[in-house]
């Protein structure tokens, strides 16, 4: 199947501070990526859908303003977490769908934020 | 709006046993219905899929089949082994949805040797 990356994999952050997560899709143009965030033993909630050259849908309930999205390329989306709390530790993990024949949304392996 | 439910969990069966993970779903029209497996740590795979009624995904020895009737997409393994323990995720995409998945909840399914 389709490969798709996510950068950092972990990352452990202070109080008041900005992370960026990164996912690629590595062998495959995607018009659209999904963000979801995914609490212990829980299943995944959608945050977002990333349009590329557009701006990002949110679900009711997240903050657009603290998960700044962009979707500049067909291969690239990023989350910016903006004054990170503990609160927003979790796992973050990326989709990105293939058009076409596949019709299939292809997952990142996650990003572990702690946030201290 | 659209619903998945999946048996919760965990699964606990020995190696070798069969394995079955209900999945049954609520939507509007005829939505594409797939299987994610997680394994720890890491993010989710597709296991398998199906389009259309009828239609059976199949993969790695897991099978599904998609039944309108029902409404039911229920995953099954004939002989499990201890690599798949994982947690199991039933989803669909509606015809209206623009690509999102809904998922269920999950089903941790645990192999012992």
């Known amino acids: 199947g389709a490969v798709v990356s996510q950068h950092p994999s972990r990352v452990i952050c202070k109080s008041g501070t900005s992370v960026k997560i990164e996912c690629r899709s590595l062998d495959f143009q995607a018009t659209t990526m999904f963000w979801y965030r995914q609490f212990p033993k829980q299943s995944l909630m959608l945050m977002a859908t990333s349009n590329e050259g557009s701006k990002a849908t949110y679900e009711q309930g997240v903050e657009k303003d603290k998960f700044l999205i962009n979707h500049a390329s067909l291969t690239l989306s990023t989350l910016t977490v903006t004054s990170a709390h503990p609160e927003d530790s979790s796992f973050y993990i990326c989709?990105?769908?293939?058009?076409?024949?596949?019709?299939?949304?292809?997952f990142g392996p996650g990003t572990r934020l702690t946030v201290l | 709006g659209d619903s998945v439910t999946q048996m919760e969990g965990p699964v606990t069966l020995s190696e070798e046993a069969f394995l079955t993970i209900n999945c049954t779903y609520t939507a509007t029209g005829y939505p594409s219905l797939f299987w994610y497996v997680q394994y720890p740590g890491e993010g989710l795979q597709l296991l398998l899929k199906a389009t259309k009624a009828d239609d059976k995904g199949s993969n790695k020895g897991f099978e599904a089949t998609y039944r309108k009737e029902t409404t039911s997409f229920h995953l099954e393994k004939g002989s499990v082994q201890v690599s798949d323990s994982a947690v199991y995720f039933c989803?669909?995409?509606?015809?209206?949805?623009?690509?999102?998945?809904?998922f269920g909840g999950g089903t941790r399914v645990l192999v012992k040797p």
């Open positions: 989709s990105a769908h293939q058009p076409g024949g596949a019709d299939t949304q292809y």
């Open positions: 989803a669909l995409r509606g015809r209206a949805a623009g690509n999102k998945l809904t």
